[in-house]
């Protein structure tokens, strides 16, 4: 048994998938935009990860773009059977490194056809459509038009599963009346806990939520609270973070992201934290006042 194994499984698109995964939009370079500075590293931190149980890598063929889905593929091929990786569309970059919206039928054609050249795939397993009303968070608007899209492209056969990324629950509504929804991918953590509600909602439909930004994202957590419980438990904060993620609710999968492999161990570690439950309380303070998860 491996350490990840210790944090469980949850289904997946049909797949049962450890709870702790990775998500490698930190391996293209700065900015997520060009080629990473060190490409054996990035190469290295892939190898690592599987090597360790990974089962479930998050990716898009707009991080870099391209560079991020030609260095798994460079990494990793031949895939193993159990792997799962899980893309988005919905987005393109402007040459300025700018993160632009691409919803036309067109656009999603085109990144599903990206996608499964630079992954070297004959159909992609997860496919989120990630909404871009508001390229910063959730914003209302109706789904249908992109989603009836990426689900023509699911009865070609291209694409296995879909997901949605950055939706409000409305949204949620909206997509599952259009196609079966495995997964939502939306930024939560100890201290971003406005999908609460959805979190719960989903787990009792048995649905994958996949948190990014879970440790923080660009700007990584801190808190006195965080710090004080690490301490006490003898871990970091950064795994106390992902501990806390894991008990909050059972359709939690993790994909943290780093560029390197001395983090990926430090979080892949975190499957045999335990939280007990006055580390719980005191953590769930840190939003500000949360009802106990
Ligand atoms: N759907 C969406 O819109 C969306 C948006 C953003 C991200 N995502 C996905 O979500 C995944 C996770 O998000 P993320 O990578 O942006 O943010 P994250 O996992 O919250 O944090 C990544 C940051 O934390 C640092 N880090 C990682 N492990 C650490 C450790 N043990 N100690 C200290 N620092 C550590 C990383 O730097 P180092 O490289 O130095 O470790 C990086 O700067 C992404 O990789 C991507 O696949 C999806």
Request: charged residues 20%.
């Amino acid at each position: 048994m491996q350490t990840i194994d210790q944090a469980g499984t949850f289904n997946l698109g049909g797949h049962s998938v450890k709870r702790l995964g990775y998500g490698a939009m930190q391996l293209a370079g700065p900015g997520v935009f060009g080629p990473p500075r060190d490409k054996d590293a990035a190469l290295g931190v892939l190898r690592e990860a599987v090597k360790a149980g990974v089962d479930h890598i998050d990716t898009s063929d707009f991080y870099g773009p391209h560079v991020t889905n030609q260095i798994i593929r460079e990494a990793l091929e031949p895939y193993g059977d159990d792997l799962v990786i899980v893309t988005k569309i919905g987005a393109r970059r402007g040459t300025d490194a700018s993160w632009l919206p691409a919803f036309s039928s067109d656009e999603l054609a085109r990144a599903v056809d990206d996608n499964l050249r630079n992954l070297g795939r004959e159909a992609l397993d997860v496919v989120n459509l990630r909404i871009m009303f508001d390229a910063h968070g959730p914003a209302e608007g109706s789904i249908a038009e992109p989603l009836n899209t990426l689900a023509a492209l699911q009865k070609q056969g291209l694409v296995r599963h879909i997901g949605l990324s950055n939706v409000t629950a409305s949204q949620v509504e909206e997509g599952r009346g259009i196609a079966e929804i495995v997964c939502v991918q939306n930024q939560y953590n100890l201290a971003h806990r406005a999908d609460d509600a959805l979190v719960d909602a989903l787990a009792r439909d048995g649905i994958a939520y996949v948190p990014f930004f879970p440790l923080g994202g660009f700007s990584p957590l801190q808190s006195a609270t965080l710090s004080e419980v690490a301490g006490r438990l003898q871990a970091t904060p950064m795994q106390v973070a992902l501990a806390w993620l894991l008990r909050r609710a059972p359709n939690i999968l993790l994909i943290p992201g780093t560029s390197s492999v001395a983090h990926l161990r430090e979080n892949l570690a975190a499957a045999s934290l335990v939280l007990p439950d006055d580390a719980m309380a005191a953590l769930n303070g840190i939003a500000g006042g949360q009802p106990a998860a």
